[in-house]
Nanobody, 125 residues
Framework: QLVESGGGVVQAGDSLRLSCAAS????????MAWFRQRPGKEREFVGG????????VYTDSVKGRFTISRDDAKNAMYLQMDSLKPEDTAVYYC????????????????????WGQGTQVTVSS
């Protein structure tokens, strides 16, 4: 089970840190990812780790502003979001899958085995 927290309402330029707590399964050997679903849009990949080894990968629109980290001892993952923009308004989901690494296909699909329920992030201008 994955549970997100940390969402809220902020102003443009502010920061938020989302958390994803895992239970019932260790995330230690699995890639973790964040997705978001903006109003009227399909769910999209934001970023993930265990990409090409021990690297993280981000969608272009969040590069340099969002940072993914994890704490395997706490079985948790985080998304630090800085310089937020109104277009970042979305429901954010964490996800994981039973593989060792993310694949290129994972950046364009939602074929992950485990999902959280989502947390709302609203950025006002």
């Amino acid at each position: 089970q994955l549970v997100e927290s940390g969402g809220g309402v902020v102003q443009a330029g502010d920061s938020l840190r989302l958390s994803c707590a895992a239970s019932g399964r260790s995330i230690r050997s699995s890639p973790m990812a964040w997705f978001r679903q903006r109003p009227g849009k399909e769910r999209e990949f934001v970023g993930g780790d265990r990409w090409s080894g021990d690297n993280t990968v981000y969608t272009d629109s969040v590069k340099g502003r969002f940072t993914i980290s994890r704490d395997d001892a706490k079985n948790a993952m985080y998304l630090q979001m800085d310089s937020l923009k109104p277009e970042d308004t979305a429901v954010y989901y964490c996800a994981s899958k039973d593989t060792e690494l993310l694949s290129p296909r994972d950046l364009y699909t939602t074929e992950f085995h485990y999902w959280g329920q989502g947390t709302q992030v609203t950025v006002s201008s």
